[in-house]
């Protein structure tokens, strides 16, 4: 009976056990299993996410731009991105005129138009702007002011050494019909100038060298005459008022370190009203006229060099500039005379133009 017992006993235990042994080894078989399974599935997503990840990226971040507000142009609508910046210009420049006469010395047999003999006078100009990154918009205002006067006087030992002076705008009738003064003495003559010169534009950094704008601007001219003579008081005036289209482009150049060159110009075409006034003193002569429809030209340019501070935030320039103002008119004495008779051929005084020559010095702050 014991040794049955005992047979039967280790009987079991090794059933028990095979058992025990099978179903661990199945437990091990299948967890082995799900591991490749596992491996082959994470193969594939890595295999997937790899192939579809710069997509992805690139779609997550052009739709976190276009959520912000960011164009493709690098950064071009980021305010951080671009430069506020203030800067001033003291401008010192000659005028010239196409009608430069302030009196007519009539010294036999040579007629000579004696002129305004004009000094190189300072005047100011500020700007305010923004200048966007490359392939964004910016913005900037522009003003300039001149306001100067040239005075001369002649006598028998200055100019009119020989015989009496003229000023003259129109004479026909052989002399019969003058505006202006003949038979004059002694003269001290003036010529006042205000020019007003306001621009607004959209700027572009085309490249980095390269920048254009174009906008709008107004311009105002007031030009005035007065003769004090031994024969009365001769007085005029020309007044422009225009605005209009006017574009400009700028091109700088590094040359050494921080120091550069550059060049820029613009045009404008004004649309206005122009006016005349001609009075003298002791007579009722006068003169006016008016052209509500009046068109006149400008065209500027500058080159020079300017120097940056390291950090950017500072500049300084100086250059030459030139300006010319088509059909601006004056206010001088527009009768020429081509003989010692008191006949005189007439200038149209609306068709006048002015010019100016000079350079400029000045710099400013940007961030």
């Not at 994470?42 to 192939?51: A, D, G, I, M």
């Not at 002649?154 to 003229?166: I, K, R, Y």
């Not at 006949?343 to 000045?362: K, Q």
Request: proline letters at 3%.
């Amino acid at each position: 009976m014991k040794h049955a017992f005992f047979v039967g006993l280790t009987l079991a235990l090794v059933v028990s056990m095979a058992v025990a042994a099978s179903a661990e080894e199945d437990v091990k078989l299948m967890s082995y299993d799900d591991l490749l399974v596992r491996m082959e599935n994470l193969e594939r997503q890595v295999q997937s996410q790899s192939q579809s990840q710069p997509v992805s990226l690139y779609s997550e971040q052009t739709s976190d731009f276009a959520a912000q507000g960011y164009s493709p142009c690098a950064c071009a609508q980021q305010p951080k991105c671009g430069k506020w910046y203030v800067g001033y210009e003291s401008v010192f420049v000659t005028p010239f005129q196409s009608n430069n006469t302030g009196i007519i010395a009539q010294n036999d047999p040579v007629i000579e138009h004696i002129g305004f003999d004009w000094d190189m006078e300072q005047s100011n100009r500020i700007e305010l702007g923004y200048l966007a990154p490359t392939c964004g918009m910016g913005w900037r205002a522009r003003y300039w002011q001149f306001s100067h006067s040239s005075t001369f006087d002649v006598d028998s030992n200055n100019g009119l050494t020989q015989d009496e002076g003229a000023i003259i705008w129109a004479s026909t009738d052989d002399g019969g019909t003058v505006l202006g003064l003949v038979d004059v003495d002694t003269a001290v003559i003036t010529q006042s100038m205000d020019v007003y010169v306001l621009d607004l534009e959209l700027q572009k950094q085309a490249t980095k060298s390269f920048l254009v704008s174009g906008g709008f601007r107004y311009a105002e001219l007031d030009q005035r005459y007065r003769a004090v003579t031994d024969e009365g008081i001769a007085a005029s005036e020309m007044q422009f008022q225009g605005y209009g289209p006017t574009i400009a482009v700028e091109y700088q150049k590094p040359v050494y370190g921080r120091l550069g060159w550059y060049g820029n110009g613009r045009t404008s075409l004004l649309f206005g009203k122009q006016s005349f006034a001609l009075a003298t003193d002791g007579s009722d002569k006068q003169l006016l006229i008016d052209n509500s429809a009046a068109l006149a030209g400008a065209v500027e340019m500058q080159l020079g060099l300017k120097w940056t501070s390291r950090n950017g935030h500072f500049f300084l320039k100086s250059g030459l500039e030139t300006q010319y103002w088509a059909n601006v008119g004056s206010p001088n004495p527009s009768a020429i005379y081509t003989d010692d008779s008191d006949e005189a051929n007439v200038d149209d005084v609306m068709n006048e133009s002015l010019g100016f020559v000079g350079f400029t010095f000045g710099g400013g702050f940007q961030y």
